[in-house]
């Protein structure tokens, strides 16, 4: 894939959003949410987020404490589209996706997109990617580790059932990964340790069944009444660990979009083709991807 040239397209529109959210939040009133349609008005049409999971584990950090060692990566690549009448959309795009950058003799990885331009290279790869209108994504949301591990702790834990027993130790990155199989209820740390495993055989298509996973179960536990009363006083703690352009009140009515009773997400994945070389860690897009639109009307 060819890329344009990278610009702060990630921004633009902003000014124009505040015509998509009422200037009325209800979920930062007194009134504490005993239902998602409490915690804020819904936005007047679909909204689409670019969600980067970052191998940092706190925003700004210099390092990312992982490997290999140096700026922050990006271990996941999630495009959501939140539409107030049909719910949740979530493409997930593979971080081992080849690219090409306007100078580059070589193609890259997807998920190197962060480190080299932040979430502004990385937004108009993606529009690209998937034929996003002018102005899409609309917003950008940055996740470190840290930030991940407060938003699980803060929900009192998450209900898993990993598909496997993951053992794994890395002395260079501090890492134990120890996670029995079968369901059980994860803490912040444990739920980071099954998002960061990857096993030989299924490598990043495992870690990706394993985000869509975490994140049907991290929107289960938001939608129960009782944490739905927790929800506006953890975003706003959240807000100052995530690199974002979403204030805590569009956050607010996105989950109220989201977390509509009986909706689930849908979710997707951009399909690869099969590697021409075992050693060739890139994959191209495979030659259905054409086909499939995003989003699903």
């Known amino acids: 894939m060819r890329l344009l040239a990278a610009g702060l397209g990630v921004a633009a529109g902003v000014s124009l959003l505040g015509l998509v959210w009422p200037p009325a939040d209800r979920g930062l009133q007194d009134d504490a949410p005993t239902t998602a349609a409490a915690l804020a008005d819904p936005p007047s049409r679909p909204i689409t987020v670019l969600l980067i999971g970052s191998d940092a584990d706190r925003r700004g950090a210099v390092r990312n404490g992982a490997a290999p060692p140096g700026p922050a990566n990006s271990d996941a690549l999630l495009l959501v589209r939140i539409d107030p009448r049909t719910g949740l959309q979530v493409l997930n795009l593979p971080i081992e996706l080849a690219v090409s950058l ?14 080299r331009g932040g979430p502004a290279l990385v937004a108009d790869a993606a529009a690209e990617l998937v034929g996003l209108p002018k102005g899409q994504p609309d917003r950008y949301l940055v ?6 591990r407060e938003l699980v702790d803060g929900l009192g834990r998450v209900e898993l059932a990993p598909d496997r027993t993951m053992r794994y130790r890395d002395k260079a ?12 209820l994860l803490d912040g740390p444990q739920l980071e340790q099954v998002l960061r495993f990857r096993d030989g055989d299924r490598g990043e298509p495992g ?5 869509q996973t975490a994140i049907e179960s991290v929107l289960q536990q938001m939608g129960q009444s009782q944490q739905l009363l927790r929800l506006p006083e953890l975003v ?29 997400p849908r ?6 083709s099969a590697p021409v070389d075992a050693e060739q860690p890139l994959r ?11 989003p699903e009307n």
């Open 102 to 115: 306007p100078g580059d003799k070589r193609p890259v990885a997807l998920g190197s997109l962060y480190r």
């Open 143 to 148: 996740l470190p580790r840290a930030a991940l």
């Open 173 to 184: 990155q501090n890492l134990t990964i120890d996670i029995q199989g079968g369901l059980q």
């Open 207 to 211: 870690r990706r069944d394993r985000q």
């Open 236 to 264: 706003g703690r959240l807000q100052n660990q995530v690199d974002t352009n979403l204030t805590q009140s569009e956050a607010l009515s996105l989950l109220a979009a989201s977390l509509q009773p009986g909706q689930r």
């Open 267 to 272: 979710f997707r994945s951009l399909p690869l």
């Open 284 to 294: 191209e897009l495979a030659p259905e991807s054409a086909d499939r639109p995003w």
